[in-house]
């Protein structure tokens, strides 16, 4: 995380240098302000589990639902939604994101719209808890934008007509449920392929057949050897495919900047991509970057993720898990500014309990609705 | 600047992937949306010069006059109010401002929220004017915030109670000169001193004869040798002195990278960084940067340099030209987040138009006013 002021004073020698002036260090630090109390907030959090309309596979895992956890965050009679998505591989899971959201104290913050401040705390609880801590982020933006009356696309000043097509990602299967996939997703521009097992070749000959769409394919870390990825490479770009994401294990950081310095294919990472200090790392070693609001614990540091990943002259994708339509919502702000998109969390799963952004032909379609425009079927 | 999304899909392929695999490149970019008309907004300038109260001196000229346009951006009965700094060294005038500022065609965009693009707009008009682009940038920030009744500091989600308190610059002069300065910088809690001519340890020794406040020193760059830069360094260090900003040249990459190395004080890069792309070219060279609007054009780009500054670990410090309340209102809603801030730029002249962010007890006070919160006098 990026230090505070007060941090970086005690870090840099500014407070000692305070000191040896005679000057008290207390000129540095907060002032003990009186704020105007004008009401609570309150967080609130119940588990819900998603229904998968497919199992799901990729490389290192199947699974038929989705453990979430959605919270809510009353202020003055207005309520922000939130969402925890917590496929199981993850690490997290209902257990662990009530125990630590019943550590988040909100009532001692006078003001929602102190957001830096509130989510260092959230985020200084307790270690990793990444959608946890989401689930926190987000509800409290759907709060403030509805305080404020806007939309977060509009609050962050972006064209929402902006927003890319999304992907639909087919899952590793047999070449006749493959098939199957393809045809049901006959709205979507692009698809996006689980690969990394041992039958990548197969994956792609299949969808092939049938179509002749854009793929982006996901190895998930499941190649090993740099120079049989770097023959896949030149393969799937044959095949018309756009880009790599996490080709090698994340570990492996020579080998995936090998492969992004030799490769005829964007390389994006994912799984190496977590939070903020994990952009620098990506730097030379992906051409861009996936952010996963369940992963940089909310929409906040996401969009640091973003203005950063720019920065560095680094691509950004914009990924999700299973998800309701509220945390896809919150994702969907980010959107217009990202290069390419994987927000079909929502589609995947058959008993969606939010309404908000939608994929209209292909394409992310966010509403006008204030916060993060997600509201309860 | 960072690439768009557009501009990427062109350079990565992706539009070419998609032709390859026969779908039409149009999907990709920017539908044509009938949007809601609901007014127009309505750019209007004039320009002011700033009468500075005592003649400035630094390193490299001398002057007793700030020219300055005055921007307005009237929307709906709504007016934001901006302003360009055009101190004459930095190679803008009234004259290039005006001439820019009628190029500027706002009545196309009928979202004053959508200001991704229409300060992307702006900036493509013509290459350099930072300040011209700043003037509009401000105006807009200041209607924007107005228009959702919030003040800036607020919509990024900073508390204002974290803002620091502000050096005062005290320019080369004769020792009497200087003394009486310190003198009239009672109020003030760290003192900026203008370094770089040959009078540098004349001009910290008579501060130190009468205060023991920290202080900060500014050699824009002033110091041509390295090994005396370093000497220097330390020699200040002894003297309580907390960072040296612009210590050599611009240009000299390997001295100023060398001098952050070796030095025992902080280094911060001014001239060095003026905009986004400067951020990561400062990385390594200095240990942290002097972010100022009219070297950003502007809040937008300002804030972004900000978040990529932190998440390249690099200290950050907010700094300003001689500016009416208007743009020192308007740089003050970042201050909550900056190790360091020198935004005296309006106390230093005598006919501020303004009123807006003040200095209290050495502090910088924001108010709760929506948009940069500056109203005229």
Redesign the interface.
Known sequence: M????RD??KT???LA??A????PNS??S??N?NFTKVGKMKLTFKPYDLTLKHAFTIATSTRTTTPVMLTEIEYEGVVGYGEASMPPYLGESQASAAEFLGKVNLEQFP?P?????I?DYVDKIAEKNPAAKASVDIALHDL?GKL???PWF??????K??S??TSFTIGIDTPEVVRQKVREADIY?ILKVKLGRDNDKQMIETIREIT????CVDANQGWTDRVKALDMAYWLKEK????IEQAMPKENIDGNAWLTENSP??TFGDESVQR??D??KAHKVY?GINIKLMKSTGM?EAH??L??A????M?VMLGCMTETSCAISAASHLS?????ADLDGAVLISNDCFIGTTIED?KISLTDRPGIGAIKK
Request: aromatic share 12%; charged share 20%.
């Open positions: 990026a230090q505070n002021r970086f004073l840099s020698g500014l240098g305070a040896l002036a005679g000057i000129i540095y907060k002032p302000i003001d719209f102190d957001m830096e401040n989510l403030v404020m009356n806007q509009k609050i962050w000043g972006y064209d007509y902006r890319p097509y521009k002749d769409k854009p793929i018309g495919i756009t880009f294919l964007p903020l200090p952009v620098i051409s906040r640091k993720m203005t950063l720019r920065g560095l002259g691509k217009p500014m990202v290069d390419f292909g």
